[in-house]
Protein backbone atom coordinates (compact mmCIF):
# COMPACT_ATOMS: atom_id res chain seq x y z
CA UNK A 1 0.00 0.00 0.00
CA UNK A 2 1.12 3.51 -0.58
CA UNK A 3 2.29 5.40 2.81
CA UNK A 4 4.35 8.63 3.33
CA UNK A 5 6.27 8.54 6.38
CA UNK A 6 8.16 12.03 7.44
CA UNK A 7 10.63 10.85 10.45
CA UNK A 8 10.58 14.14 12.16
CA UNK A 9 7.46 15.32 13.95
CA UNK A 10 8.86 18.76 15.25
CA UNK A 11 12.13 20.57 14.44
CA UNK A 12 13.74 23.79 15.32
CA UNK A 13 15.99 25.23 13.95
CA UNK A 14 18.01 29.55 14.13
CA UNK A 15 16.72 31.97 11.57
CA UNK A 16 18.95 32.12 8.74
CA UNK A 17 20.19 28.44 9.13
CA UNK A 18 20.05 25.75 6.55
CA UNK A 19 17.13 22.93 6.92
CA UNK A 20 16.19 19.78 5.49
CA UNK A 21 12.46 18.17 5.86
CA UNK A 22 12.23 14.55 5.31
CA UNK A 23 9.77 12.70 3.33
CA UNK A 24 10.43 8.83 2.25
CA UNK A 25 7.66 7.16 0.39
CA UNK A 26 6.14 3.98 -0.25
CA UNK A 27 5.04 3.59 -3.89
CA UNK A 28 4.79 0.40 -6.31
CA UNK A 29 5.01 3.11 -9.60
CA UNK A 30 6.55 5.99 -10.52
CA UNK A 31 5.75 8.73 -7.43
CA UNK A 32 4.15 11.71 -8.28
CA UNK A 33 5.34 13.71 -4.99
CA UNK A 34 4.12 16.85 -3.13
CA UNK A 35 5.27 19.30 -0.49
CA UNK A 36 2.43 21.28 1.24
CA UNK A 37 2.38 23.86 3.44
CA UNK A 38 0.06 24.82 6.20
CA UNK A 39 0.44 28.35 8.57
CA UNK A 40 -1.06 28.50 12.08
CA UNK A 41 -4.59 28.13 11.47
CA UNK A 42 -4.34 27.88 7.60
CA UNK A 43 -5.31 25.71 4.80
CA UNK A 44 -2.55 24.10 2.95
CA UNK A 45 -0.61 25.52 0.23
CA UNK A 46 1.44 23.81 -2.86
CA UNK A 47 5.14 24.32 -2.03
CA UNK A 48 6.22 22.58 -4.73
CA UNK A 49 5.40 18.96 -7.07
CA UNK A 50 7.68 16.29 -8.53
CA UNK A 51 6.62 14.15 -11.53
CA UNK A 52 9.09 13.34 -14.04
CA UNK A 53 12.72 14.91 -14.94
CA UNK A 54 15.09 16.70 -13.71
CA UNK A 55 15.08 15.21 -9.84
CA UNK A 56 15.74 18.85 -8.25
CA UNK A 57 12.46 20.88 -8.57
CA UNK A 58 12.29 24.91 -7.29
CA UNK A 59 9.09 25.65 -5.53
CA UNK A 60 7.79 28.98 -3.70
CA UNK A 61 9.20 30.56 -1.05
CA UNK A 62 12.55 29.73 -1.80
CA UNK A 63 11.93 26.08 -1.07
CA UNK A 64 13.72 22.85 -3.26
CA UNK A 65 13.58 19.19 -3.13
CA UNK A 66 15.49 16.34 -4.50
CA UNK A 67 13.67 13.14 -5.38
CA UNK A 68 16.03 9.96 -4.78
CA UNK A 69 14.40 7.06 -6.63
CA UNK A 70 16.95 4.96 -4.79
CA UNK A 71 16.44 6.06 -0.91
CA UNK A 72 12.46 6.76 -1.95
CA UNK A 73 13.10 9.57 -0.55
CA UNK A 74 12.06 13.23 -1.33
CA UNK A 75 13.32 15.83 1.19
CA UNK A 76 12.34 19.28 0.89
CA UNK A 77 15.72 21.85 1.46
CA UNK A 78 15.86 25.87 2.41
CA UNK A 79 19.27 27.51 2.07
CA UNK A 80 18.38 29.94 4.75
CA UNK A 81 15.15 29.67 6.88
CA UNK A 82 13.28 32.74 8.13
CA UNK A 83 10.90 33.70 10.53
CA UNK A 84 7.95 33.48 8.41
CA UNK A 85 8.72 30.12 7.64
CA UNK A 86 7.80 28.41 10.94
CA UNK A 87 4.70 26.44 9.91
CA UNK A 88 3.56 22.59 9.73
CA UNK A 89 4.95 20.82 6.45
CA UNK A 90 3.28 17.94 4.97
CA UNK A 91 4.85 15.54 1.86
CA UNK A 92 2.54 13.95 -0.12
CA UNK A 93 2.39 11.11 -3.13
CA UNK A 94 0.05 10.97 -5.70
CA UNK A 95 -1.69 7.29 -5.79
CA UNK A 96 -4.09 5.59 -7.70
CA UNK A 97 -7.49 5.09 -5.10
CA UNK A 98 -9.77 3.30 -7.12
CA UNK A 99 -9.64 2.72 -11.19
CA UNK A 100 -8.45 5.72 -12.63
CA UNK A 101 -8.85 7.92 -9.77
CA UNK A 102 -5.94 9.46 -8.01
CA UNK A 103 -5.81 10.90 -4.96
CA UNK A 104 -3.34 12.45 -2.10
CA UNK A 105 -2.00 10.13 0.32
CA UNK A 106 -0.44 12.50 2.77
CA UNK A 107 2.38 12.59 5.53
CA UNK A 108 1.27 13.31 9.52
CA UNK A 109 4.00 16.50 9.03
CA UNK A 110 6.70 17.89 10.59
CA UNK A 111 6.15 21.07 12.32
CA UNK A 112 9.25 23.65 11.80
CA UNK A 113 9.80 26.41 14.47
CA UNK A 114 12.41 28.71 14.15
CA UNK A 115 14.60 30.67 16.68
CA UNK A 116 15.10 34.31 16.74
CA UNK B 1 -11.72 34.85 -7.78
CA UNK B 2 -12.00 33.59 -3.68
CA UNK B 3 -10.74 29.91 -4.87
CA UNK B 4 -11.98 27.71 -1.91
CA UNK B 5 -14.46 28.60 0.32
CA UNK B 6 -15.49 27.04 3.83
CA UNK B 7 -18.81 27.78 5.94
CA UNK B 8 -19.04 27.96 8.73
CA UNK B 9 -15.44 28.46 10.11
CA UNK B 10 -16.13 27.09 13.58
CA UNK B 11 -18.89 24.95 14.78
CA UNK B 12 -19.59 23.25 18.53
CA UNK B 13 -22.01 20.29 18.76
CA UNK B 14 -23.89 18.25 21.16
CA UNK B 15 -23.40 14.55 20.82
CA UNK B 16 -26.54 13.11 18.30
CA UNK B 17 -26.50 16.68 16.91
CA UNK B 18 -26.70 16.84 13.16
CA UNK B 19 -24.85 19.92 10.97
CA UNK B 20 -23.68 20.21 7.30
CA UNK B 21 -20.45 21.54 6.72
CA UNK B 22 -20.33 23.66 2.86
CA UNK B 23 -17.49 23.57 0.14
CA UNK B 24 -18.03 26.30 -2.41
CA UNK B 25 -14.70 26.53 -5.27
CA UNK B 26 -14.61 29.34 -8.28
CA UNK B 27 -12.45 27.39 -10.12
CA UNK B 28 -14.60 25.52 -12.21
CA UNK B 29 -12.97 22.40 -10.96
CA UNK B 30 -14.29 18.00 -11.13
CA UNK B 31 -12.36 16.70 -8.49
CA UNK B 32 -13.52 18.00 -4.87
CA UNK B 33 -12.60 16.30 -1.40
CA UNK B 34 -13.11 16.12 2.06
CA UNK B 35 -10.57 15.46 4.51
CA UNK B 36 -10.22 15.42 8.47
CA UNK B 37 -7.11 16.58 10.07
CA UNK B 38 -6.12 15.30 13.54
CA UNK B 39 -2.97 15.78 15.78
CA UNK B 40 -0.55 13.35 14.87
CA UNK B 41 -2.39 12.28 11.91
CA UNK B 42 -2.03 14.41 8.57
CA UNK B 43 -5.10 14.59 6.75
CA UNK B 44 -7.08 11.41 5.88
CA UNK B 45 -9.37 11.63 2.81
CA UNK B 46 -13.35 11.03 4.21
CA UNK B 47 -15.04 11.22 0.61
CA UNK B 48 -14.56 12.48 -2.84
CA UNK B 49 -16.27 13.64 -5.90
CA UNK B 50 -15.05 13.40 -9.40
CA UNK B 51 -17.98 15.85 -10.82
CA UNK B 52 -21.19 17.23 -9.82
CA UNK B 53 -23.67 13.99 -9.24
CA UNK B 54 -20.84 11.76 -7.98
CA UNK B 55 -19.34 10.60 -5.03
CA UNK B 56 -17.24 8.14 -3.35
CA UNK B 57 -15.65 6.74 -0.40
CA UNK B 58 -12.13 7.57 1.36
CA UNK B 59 -10.40 6.42 3.76
CA UNK B 60 -12.59 7.29 6.60
CA UNK B 61 -15.94 7.91 6.10
CA UNK B 62 -18.01 6.20 8.32
CA UNK B 63 -20.32 8.56 10.00
CA UNK B 64 -20.42 10.99 7.14
CA UNK B 65 -22.59 11.59 4.06
CA UNK B 66 -21.72 14.13 1.05
CA UNK B 67 -23.46 15.54 -1.85
CA UNK B 68 -22.40 17.27 -4.96
CA UNK B 69 -25.71 18.72 -6.69
CA UNK B 70 -23.96 21.47 -8.55
CA UNK B 71 -20.37 21.45 -9.51
CA UNK B 72 -18.79 24.02 -7.49
CA UNK B 73 -20.07 22.61 -4.08
CA UNK B 74 -19.49 20.13 -2.11
CA UNK B 75 -21.79 19.32 0.95
CA UNK B 76 -20.12 16.95 4.38
CA UNK B 77 -22.58 16.00 6.61
CA UNK B 78 -22.49 14.62 9.95
CA UNK B 79 -26.14 12.87 11.04
CA UNK B 80 -25.30 12.04 14.52
CA UNK B 81 -22.51 13.83 15.55
CA UNK B 82 -19.79 11.77 17.84
CA UNK B 83 -16.97 13.10 20.12
CA UNK B 84 -14.26 11.12 17.90
CA UNK B 85 -15.63 13.43 14.93
CA UNK B 86 -13.77 16.56 16.92
CA UNK B 87 -11.39 17.68 13.95
CA UNK B 88 -10.29 20.05 11.47
CA UNK B 89 -12.46 19.69 8.49
CA UNK B 90 -10.30 20.64 5.08
CA UNK B 91 -12.29 20.89 1.51
CA UNK B 92 -10.11 20.67 -1.62
CA UNK B 93 -10.49 20.58 -5.34
CA UNK B 94 -8.46 19.40 -8.29
CA UNK B 95 -9.27 20.36 -12.05
CA UNK B 96 -7.35 16.97 -13.60
CA UNK B 97 -9.70 14.36 -14.86
CA UNK B 98 -7.13 11.95 -13.66
CA UNK B 99 -6.91 13.52 -10.19
CA UNK B 100 -3.18 11.75 -9.44
CA UNK B 101 -0.98 14.96 -10.88
CA UNK B 102 -3.06 18.33 -10.08
CA UNK B 103 -2.64 20.44 -7.44
CA UNK B 104 -5.31 20.08 -4.86
CA UNK B 105 -6.54 23.59 -3.88
CA UNK B 106 -7.68 23.58 -0.21
CA UNK B 107 -10.10 25.83 1.59
CA UNK B 108 -9.37 27.67 5.24
CA UNK B 109 -10.65 24.83 7.25
CA UNK B 110 -13.75 24.10 10.04
CA UNK B 111 -13.22 23.48 13.52
CA UNK B 112 -15.64 21.25 14.40
CA UNK B 113 -15.78 20.30 18.48
CA UNK B 114 -18.31 17.67 19.31
CA UNK B 115 -19.42 17.81 23.17
Known amino acids: AQSVTQPDIHITVSEGASLELRCNYSYGATPYLFWYVQSPGQGLQLLLKYFSGDTLVQGIKGFEAEFKRSQSSFNLRKPSVHWSDAAEYFCAVGARIGGSQGNLIFGKGTKLSVKP | NAGVTQTPKFRVLKTGQSMTLLCAQD?????MYWYRQDPGMGLRLIHYSVGEGTTAKGEVPDGYNVSRLKKQNFLLGLESAAPSQTSVYFC??????????????FGPGTRLTVL
Open chain 2, 92 to 105: ASSYSRTGLTDTQY
Open chain 2, 27 to 31: MNHEY
